[in-house]
């Protein structure tokens, strides 16, 4: 069996516009980018994220002390004219989830996050080296 593909000659135009366009979601939706920059005081993550808000996001440190980054939205699309029947409604669902494996030197209690067109930055600020030095301690063994 082959697969039919909008832009051929001999499909009828009227199945082009319907089903190939950007009001339709797309099937091979992937994953939002990731980018992790490090400066000299922290590191900065950039999830890739046009058109959610700061209410679909959760982020967290899970029970081993990594990053969490979650992502769930659900939308309804809807005509609401009571005079048509629907040839085609949708309902659209995206779900997303990253764990990132946080280096010792971060200062997990000091954590921010923000949104900015379409992109979120999750801040996470590096401890300073004396501080490294004083979460480092003997264990005495018994």
Same mark, same amino acid.
């Given at each position: 069996m082959t697969l039919v593909r909008g832009n051929q000659n001999w499909l009828p135009s009227i199945f082009s516009d319907m089903f190939d366009n950007d009001f339709m979601a797309r099937a091979n939706a992937t994953a939002p980018a990731i980018n992790?920059?490090?400066?000299p005081d922290n590191?900065?993550?950039?999830?890739?994220? $046009?058109?959610?808000?700061? &209410?679909d996001f959760?982020?967290?440190?899970?029970?081993?002390?990594? /990053?969490? +980054?979650?992502?769930?939205?659900?939308?309804?699309k809807k005509d609401?004219?009571?005079?048509?029947?629907?040839?085609?409604?949708?309902?659209?669902?995206?779900?997303?989830?990253?764990?990132?494996?946080? $280096?010792?030197?971060?200062? &997990?209690?000091?954590?921010a996050a923000s949104m900015?067109?379409?992109? /979120?930055? +999750?801040?996470l600020p590096k401890l300073s080296k004396?501080?490294?030095?004083k979460a480092q301690r003997m264990i005495d063994i018994k």
């Amino acid at each position: 069996m082959t697969l039919v593909r909008g832009n051929q000659n001999w499909l009828p135009s009227i199945f082009s516009d319907m089903f190939d366009n950007d009001f339709m979601a797309r099937a091979n939706a992937t994953a939002p980018a990731i980018n992790v920059k490090e400066s000299p005081d922290n590191y900065l993550v950039e999830v890739a994220a $046009p058109g959610m808000t700061k &209410k679909d996001f959760c982020v967290r440190i899970d029970e081993e002390n990594n /990053l969490v +980054i979650s992502l769930e939205k659900q939308e309804e699309k809807k005509d609401e004219n009571k005079e048509a029947r629907y040839l085609r409604r949708e309902f659209a669902y995206s779900k997303f989830e990253q764990t990132i494996i946080l $280096p010792d030197d971060v200062d &997990k209690e000091k954590i921010a996050a923000s949104m900015d067109n379409g992109v /979120l930055n +999750i801040h996470l600020p590096k401890l300073s080296k004396t501080e490294i030095k004083k979460a480092q301690r003997m264990i005495d063994i018994k």
